[in-house]
């Protein structure tokens, strides 16, 4: 049986997810929002609970004390767990369909299939967890593709803000091509590309794929 584990004030609660109290250490965000977001997590593992391998536990863990704009994966036996930090919870660029992506790009990394980061590993590229997350996930959680759209421009933004580049744009596209696979990050205009392409039914973009 596969379980959320919702961190709330560094405090690991396991069964349902449990309700978001306490003092937040951000002003940003109401509990009115914090709520929803709540809804969305539990959403999320209901609708993908059945697609995981039996022997598979999913573990979502927020925390809302750390102001990291980040949100990972990791695997540990038969867990994946999933982590987001409050300072990506709490960007005035989340909501909840950013937050469902969000989620979907991380699960990527385990249900998203090669190119895998590493022979040995289990974990997909960034880029093609993003187009796991257009051609599968988005589908799956059946968001529109306004609703998709609008989320995958707000999303890489935030990567955009974080990692210092320009924004991206819906009526531009990364023109640089590779000559290899890039196992690595690719730009934030690039991995935009990916999604929506993941989404229309595309081709894996060469900003970053080569096959």
Request: hydrophobic share 35%.
């Amino acid at each position: 049986m596969k379980h959320l584990i919702f961190l709330v004030i560094l405090i690991t609660v396991k069964g349902q997810a449990a309700c978001l109290t306490g003092p937040l250490s951000f002003n940003s965000r109401s509990n009115k929002d914090m709520a929803e977001f709540e809804r969305t997590i539990e959403s999320f593992q209901e609708d993908y609970k059945n697609s995981l391998p039996p022997s598979i536990e999913m573990v979502i863990r927020v925390d809302v004390r750390n102001n990291r704009i980040n949100a990972d994966i990791t695997k540990e036996n038969n867990q994946v767990v999933v982590q987001i930090f409050g300072g990506m919870l709490m960007h005035n660029e989340m909501n909840s369909d950013v937050l469902q992506i969000l989620l979907c790009h991380e699960l990527g990394h385990f249900l998203g299939g090669p190119p895998l980061k590493s022979r040995a590993g289990w974990s997909s590229t960034e880029g093609q967890a993003d187009y796991f997350t257009g051609k599968e996930c988005a589908h799956a959680l059946k968001l529109d593709e306004q609703s998709f759209v609008d989320a995958a421009l707000k999303l890489t933004s935030i990567y955009a803000e974080v990692n210092r580049e320009g924004e991206p744009a819906l009526n531009l596209c990364e023109t640089q091509e590779v000559s290899r696979t890039n196992y690595g990050y690719p730009s934030s205009q690039c991995r935009l590309d990916t999604m929506i392409a993941g989404f229309s039914g595309l081709d894996r973009p060469r900003c970053w794929f080569f096959d």
